[in-house]
């Protein structure tokens, strides 16, 4: 079955850099386009960046532009996430998502997260 595993989650002051990782298992990795989003507390799940299936598009949120970096590696099938210039508005569980649209069908699959938490 399709697996997806986060890690790399830490605990960082304001200002530091963490870089996640997230592997996938059980599917075709490079048909993919890759997500990352992210969960704070009492907040809904919101989108942080994506990639495409080749790597030669990306977008960001507002939020992290300039700060965050989504990469790809279809050889080990890993889309990676390296944070930099850590705020403590991007403590959240992230997670990593993959997605394809196939004969009219859209498939999606999550990771089970990975917590940051950034304060002094």
């Known amino acids: 079955q399709v697996q997806l595993v986060e890690s790399g989650g830490d605990w960082v002051q304001p200002g530091g850099s963490l870089r996640l990782s997230c592997v996938a298992s059980g599917l075709t990795f490079s048909n993919y386009d890759m997500y990352w989003y992210r969960q704070a507390p009492g907040k809904e799940r919101e989108f942080v960046a994506t990639?495409?299936?080749?790597?030669?598009?990306?977008s960001y949120a507002d939020s992290v532009k300039g700060r965050f970096t989504i990469s790809r590696d279809n050889v080990r099938n890993t889309v990676s996430l390296q944070m930099n210039r850590l705020k403590p508005g991007d403590t959240a569980v992230y997670y990593c998502?993959?997605?394809?649209?196939?004969?009219?069908?859209?498939?999606?699959?999550w990771g089970q997260g990975t917590q940051v938490t950034v304060s002094s």
């Open positions: 998502k993959a997605g394809l649209w196939s004969a009219g069908k859209r498939f999606e699959y």
């Open positions: 990639l495409n299936r080749l790597g030669g598009s990306t």
